[in-house]
């Protein structure tokens, strides 16, 4: 199958699947510059996925978790906490932003190694917003760090080896259950 197809069948982005074939995730062939998918490697791949969700929807996320660091030296230290935002749209209908996830990251943070490479981390992820939107938006269509539509999109455009796009948007969308449980 093709790219397009293997985006719908494993509901990311065309971009995934291409890094995906890339980094040998599922077994593709690239021929005349075009990638051929195997399904049933795909299809594992769809049900890691689903497993690493279900395990992760099992687990609250904390909203109201700190972190703290000295993120320059001399300087007092940072807490930071995430923020949540709720607005409505004419156009989007619910949008929820969430900064500050830091926190909810601590544990990959806290998994960094090299001190430097643990505040640049920080610094990054700090600086990092998720939106869930209720509504498909197409401008995000392909965009490599949006999922579904544009449903879930963060400003976060990868760098930190440890943590990748794909981390934060598993991220967006246990924080969209969490949420919208109710709402």
Do not use: F
């Not at 599922?26 to 996925?49: F, P, Q, V, Y």
């Not at 609250?60 to 007092?76: N, R």
């Amino acid at each position: 199958m093709n790219t397009t197809t293997a985006a719908l069948q494993a509901h990311v982005t065309t971009d995934t699947i291409r890094a995906w074939c890339r980094r040998g995730v599922i077994t593709a062939t690239k021929t005349a510059g075009r990638w051929t998918i195997n399904a049933t490697s795909l299809a594992r791949r769809i049900a890691i996925g689903a497993m690493r969700a279900r395990k992760q929807a099992s687990m609250a996320l904390d909203l109201t978790a700190t972190y703290t660091a000295v993120l320059i030296p001399g300087e007092a230290p940072t807490t930071i906490t995430p923020t949540i935002k709720r607005r409505q749209t004419p156009h989007a209908g619910n949008i929820i932003k969430v900064a500050g996830i830091v926190p909810l990251l601590a544990d990959q943070i806290d998994s960094i190694p090299d001190h430097g490479d643990r505040l640049h981390a920080i610094t990054v992820l700090n600086a990092a917003t998720i939106v869930i939107a209720e509504a498909h938006d197409t401008d995000w269509d392909d965009a490599p760090n949006a999922r579904h539509g544009g449903q879930l999109r963060t400003t976060y455009q990868g760098g930190i080896p440890q943590i990748t796009v794909d981390d934060i948007l598993d991220l967006a969308d246990q924080l969209r259950t969490q949420l919208t449980k109710g709402a």
